[in-house]
């Protein structure tokens, strides 16, 4: 069983940066990707950024330019750096890993979610 541990959320005022990580455990033959999703009170949940295997990225247009997603993949561990923060980022944030197992085809692991609010 793969399991991923988020941390990094909190309470920012609007212009400030929060970094978000995510590192994920357990039985992984391989990984096809890496992301960030979030979910604001009454919304559904959304990409916010992914990055692919081969270092391919990419983002929601709400967050181009002010959030950068990257890994580490000797940790199994993608970051969120948001810079420029803005109170409509305020969301749960959830960590995603497609990735394959023994049985050598793609699934989902999903993190906890840690709470990202942003006032004005």
């Known amino acids: 069983q793969v399991q991923l541990v988020e941390s990094g959320g909190g309470s920012v005022q609007a212009g400030g940066s929060l970094r978000l990580s995510c590192a994920a455990s357990?039985?992984?033959?391989?990984?096809?990707?890496m992301g960030w999703y979030r979910q604001a009170p009454g919304k559904q949940r959304e990409l916010v950024a992914v990055?692919?295997?081969?270092?391919?990225?990419d983002y929601a247009d709400s967050v181009k330019g002010r959030f950068t997603i990257s890994r580490d993949n000797g940790k199994n561990t993608v970051y969120l750096q948001m810079n420029s923060l803005k109170p409509e980022d305020t969301a749960v944030y959830y960590c995603?890993?497609?990735?394959?197992?023994?049985?050598?085809?793609?699934?989902?692991?999903w993190g906890q979610g840690t709470q990202v609010t942003v006032s004005s």
């Open positions: 357990g039985s992984i033959f391989s990984i096809d990707a």
């Open positions: 990055i692919a295997s081969g270092g391919n990225t």
């Open positions: 995603n890993v497609k990735y394959r197992g023994s049985r050598h085809y793609t699934v989902d692991a």
